[in-house]
């Protein structure tokens, strides 16, 4: 049975069907009788909610409100920021008819809610006084992919965050951008045990309609690159589309200044691409939804071991921990959480309780160790924070081993070809950004806002190179 249960192929071997199995077997989710669309299942949704508590808790620490806005924008609403609308285009879903009636006006299912949002701002903000605002909003959003669907990285509809913000300084809103990146970063590499480079986008990648997009990138086993979020100084230009203006304290009315910035459920395709192994999932502890597996052991036949759990479930009652009293044998059980990726698993049986100890078994490592009850308390909390730092610490040498420097197109191509991420001179052109796309699907992924002094040619054209820039085949 657990042969059935376990995965067929090695992540080495075959990534892609790897990546699918891991999640339908580890029960995250599923595939949708909704073409494109997808199901979280309650496991997948837990890793979701423990990014949202997380998130929720620093964004409202700085100001933040949640909020609600329509999943409907009229056509007309939309098309009033003809960049931002021509970016969005191919990706719109439309509703044109309610119930049996055609609609007066086409209405769009939220790619973004940019435009439906700040129509509102312009009404909401008349003073200084008003200023700023900080408004986030926990919702799904679509966008009409005509690839194939690929769970947690390529569907229809997903779930997300929008930050969005209105300041009356330029300053304060760039400063606001950086905030939401750092928030991003601390989370990717504290909770999520993903390195990432954080730096600028390309003019060719950037937000359509804004001044500067600014991203968080990580690279995933397969040597793609994988955005998990990004961060928008918006500038005035939606402000002056919208009308978004106040007095200020001069007494001239003057244009805000806008941010907007996002995360979604493609963290947790990342999660599963970063850390899964042969077995399964191997989840960081801190976003784990079980942190620690209890599977009792011969407890038909010694009541004690019941006992014995309850008291050890007791004592580490500051964990997310479940107790697995299911009518399996416990070899089912192991590999059935080894597939989830849950950090620590004990196991306790009629031995353990008379030597007074626990086995446990660390998923990042699949090593087992024996730990007496009177450290209880102090080894667990060790062995957990060990876990979530051995866990950053391998992706980090696999993100630095699979990063090259390269000076000449040829290598890039050899580079890009291979997978990793190459840093490389360039020069800044959006046309030698076309034609690199062109020749290799690769793109720039990330300019890092701590640039080298720069000398020599752009690693494309004979231009001179003003950045060092970051470039990968991506999700």
């Not at 071997?13 to 580890?26: C, D, G, H, L, M």
């Not at 359509?208 to 997009?213: H, V």
């Not at 950004?433 to 690693?459: L, N």
């Not at 494309?460 to 190179?465: E, H, P, R, V």
Request: proline share 3%; glycine share 6%; aromatic share 10%.
């Amino acid at each position: 049975m657990s042969e059935q249960l376990g995965l067929t192929v090695k992540k080495s071997e075959n990534f892609s069907e790897w990546y699918t199995q891991v999640i339908q077997k580890a029960g995250l989710a599923d595939y949708s009788p909704v073409k494109g669309c997808m199901i979280i299942k309650p496991y997948g949704y837990a890793i979701w909610e423990n990014i949202q508590k997380t998130l929720d808790s620093w964004l409202k620490e700085t100001g933040v409100e949640n909020c609600y806005f329509p999943m409907f924008i009229p056509e007309s609403m939309l098309k009033k920021e003809s960049e931002h609308f021509q970016g969005f285009v191919p990706e719109v879903a439309w509703i044109t008819k309610g119930g049996e009636s055609d609609l007066e006006e086409k209405l769009a299912v939220r790619p973004t809610s940019e435009t439906i949002m700040y129509t509102v701002f312009s009404e909401w903000i008349r003073s200084h006084r008003d200023l700023p605002l900080r408004l986030n909003q926990w919702c799904n959003v679509v966008r009409w992919e005509t690839k194939a669907t690929k769970l947690f990285l390529r569907t229809r509809e997903f779930l997300w965050q929008e930050g969005h913000t209105v300041h009356a300084t330029h300053q304060e809103s760039w400063e606001e951008v950086l905030l939401r990146l750092k928030q991003y970063k601390k989370l990717a590499e504290e909770y999520l045990a993903i390195p990432v480079i954080d730096g600028e986008k390309s003019e060719g990648e950037k937000f359509a309609g804004a001044l500067k997009t600014t991203s968080i990138e990580a690279l995933m086993f397969d040597g793609k690159a994988l955005q998990i979020a990004t961060s928008h100084d918006l500038g005035q230009h939606f402000s002056k589309v919208f009308d978004v203006k106040f007095t200020d304290k001069d007494e001239k009315e003057k244009h805000a200044w806008q941010t907007s910035w996002g995360i979604s459920t493609r963290t947790i395709g990342a999660l599963i691409m970063v850390h899964g192994d042969d077995k399964g999932l191997v989840l960081p502890p801190k976003i784990a939804p079980i942190q620690i597996v209890i599977v009792p052991i011969g407890y038909e036949k010694h009541k004690n071991v019941l006992t014995k759990i309850d008291e050890i479930q007791r004592r580490l009652a500051k964990y997310r921990v479940y107790v697995d009293k299911r009518d399996y044998t416990p070899g089912w059980k192991f590999n059935d959480w080894e597939l989830k990726g849950v950090p620590v698993r004990i196991e306790i049986g009629p031995r353990d309780v008379e030597n007074k100890q626990i086995t446990a078994v660390r998923r990042d490592k699949n090593e087992k160790l024996s730990i007496k009850e009177t450290s209880l308390e102090r080894e667990i909390e060790n062995l957990i924070e060990d876990i979530q730092k051995n866990m950053f610490k391998k992706a980090k040498e696999m993100l630095d081993n699979n990063t090259y420097e390269v000076n000449t197109f040829d290598g890039f191509k050899e580079i890009i070809q291979k997978g990793g991420f190459v840093k490389a001179k360039w020069c800044s052109s959006i046309e030698c950004e076309k034609e690199i796309k062109e020749q290799t699907t690769a793109t720039v992924r990330v300019i890092p806002f701590k640039q080298e002094k720069i000398k020599g040619k752009c690693v494309f054209c004979d231009k001179s190179a003003n950045v060092v820039a970051y470039f990968a085949r991506s999700y």
